[in-house]
């Protein structure tokens, strides 16, 4: 086996001690205002606003523990057509704590 480590020539950046999902809503939430898109379906025009975002992957996310006892840990998959439904689901997963797997496609 051959390995190299690469190193940016950026500077270093401060990784904050928060989950995934409140970083990337944290994120969206300082750069965006609450009625911004932030998934857009192209072919159906379907879309989540920040707001909407946010409400459904906390929904979904004590959806998953309370409804089917998943807990910090547990492994859930998803198979899934390419929607706007796929961010939500897959921030919600994370928001419950769960690895992660997640296949797209488009059918």
Do not use: W
């Amino acid at each position: 086996l051959f390995s190299m480590i690469f190193q940016s020539q950026l500077a270093d950046i401060e990784v904050p001690n928060m989950n995934l999902v409140q970083f990337v809503l944290g994120e969206c939430r300082r750069r965006a205002s609450a009625n911004h898109q932030v998934f857009v379906d192209a072919e159906t025009d379907e879309a989540l606003t920040l707001d909407e975002l946010e409400s459904l992957v906390y929904r979904v996310a004590n959806g998953l523990r309370t409804r089917y006892n998943i807990q910090p840990g547990d492994v859930v998959a998803t198979v899934a057509g390419n929607s706007v439904s796929s961010g939500e689901i897959s921030h919600a997963k994370r928001a419950a704590a769960a690895r992660t797997v997640l296949n797209t496609s488009n059918l």
